[in-house]
Nanobody
Framework: QVQLVESGGGLVQAGGSLRLSCAAS????????MGWFRQAPGQEREFVAV???????DYADSVKDRFTISRDNAKMTVYLQMNSLKPEDTAVYYC?????????????????WGQGTQVTVSS
């Protein structure tokens, strides 16, 4: 079955960096768009970034110029490099996979989800 396993979360001070990874199995990774979403306590899940199967990217305005999404199809892994972290970036971060006509920010169009990894940014 399809599995998405996130790693790399943790506690970091404001201004610091973290790199999240999401290892996929059980799906044709190279034909799926891969997205990152996050959910803070008491808030709805929100879009962070997506990378299409051919490498096109899209970012939420709140993370643009600070976060970078990338993928390694040979390793079936998607990454999220997070720099200049802020306390408001604190959330559980999820990776997800979709197959749509174009990269999407709509979480309902993602078929597979990981279990999430906690990112906590202290002020």
């Amino acid at each position: 079955q399809v599995q998405l396993v996130e790693s790399g979360g943790g506690l970091v001070q404001a201004g610091g960096s973290l790199r999240l990874s999401c290892a996929a199995s059980g799906l044709t990774f190279s034909t799926h768009d891969m997205g990152w979403f996050r959910q803070a306590p008491g808030q709805e899940r929100e879009f962070v970034a997506v990378i299409s199967w051919i490498g096109g990217t899209d970012y939420a305005d709140s993370v643009k110029d600070r976060f970078t999404i990338s993928r390694d199809n040979a390793k079936m892994t998607v990454y999220l490099q997070m720099n200049s972290l802020k306390p408001e970036d604190t959330a559980v971060y999820y990776c997800a996979a979709s197959r749509t006509l174009r990269p999407t920010r709509d979480s309902t169009l993602y078929n597979y989800w990981g279990q999430g990894t906690q990112v906590t940014v202290s002020s």
